[in-house]
């Protein structure tokens, strides 16, 4: 959890994220959502359970989980 920072991860290339297997990824607004959707494409991991924020009203707000 990075409150807003999830951005810093666009700049990561594929290469740095080899040894990584299991990934979580907090975003808090629909475009980041789809910007770090597109980073983990890029980086060879396949979405399986996103969460989303039920103990108060945030529709925009979830956290991404995703595996190799």
Not at 13 to 33: F, G, L, Q
Not at 48 to 58: H, K, Q, R, S, V
Request: proline share 3%; aromatic share 14%; glycine share 8%.
């Amino acid at each position: 959890d990075i409150e807003g920072y999830e951005t810093a991860i666009y700049d990561i290339p594929k290469t740095e994220m080899e040894t990584i297997t299991d990934i979580a990824i907090e975003y808090h607004d629909d475009s980041r959502r789809q910007a770090i959707l597109g980073k983990l494409e890029e980086w060879g991991f396949d979405l399986f359970a996103e969460g989303l924020f039920t103990y108060c009203y945030a529709p925009n707000m979830g956290v991404l989980f995703a595996k190799k």
